[in-house]
């Protein structure tokens, strides 16, 4: 009794390591297809994270459209999974969504 339950740390699973915030700067325009209003949470070589006032469906392809200074990235891929971020009385229901791309996008390339 009176022990504390002391936890390891998790283990790191992602095999690409996640950009955001200031990271991510060099992004000019950023698009997600079928056209929604979305933000860029954060963005790897193997997906990105992103937020939105729709509902990601698990499953659901889409396209992101990226414009750096050194050129235009499309690349595709489908929905991971989806959660409710945030409810705020003024903007409603916000979503984040986790995209896994079909293809490795090279950052080293973009910004």
Do not use: K
Request: aromatic residues 8%; positive net charge; proline residues 5%.
């Amino acid at each position: 009794m009176g022990r504390a339950l002391i936890r390891d740390r998790p283990t790191e699973r992602r095999h690409t390591p996640r950009r955001s915030g200031e990271a991510l700067s060099w992004i000019r325009e950023f698009r997600l297809r079928p056209r929604l209003d979305a933000t860029l949470v954060n963005l790897s070589e193997e997906g990105a994270v992103i937020e939105t006032s729709a509902y990601l469906c698990p499953g659901v392809r889409t396209f992101i459209h990226l414009v750096g200074p050194s050129g235009v990235w499309r690349v595709s891929g489908q929905v991971a999974r989806s959660w409710v971020a945030s409810i705020v009385a003024e903007h409603g229901v916000r979503y984040r969504g986790a995209l896994v791309f079909d293809r490795h996008l090279d950052l080293s390339t973009c910004g």
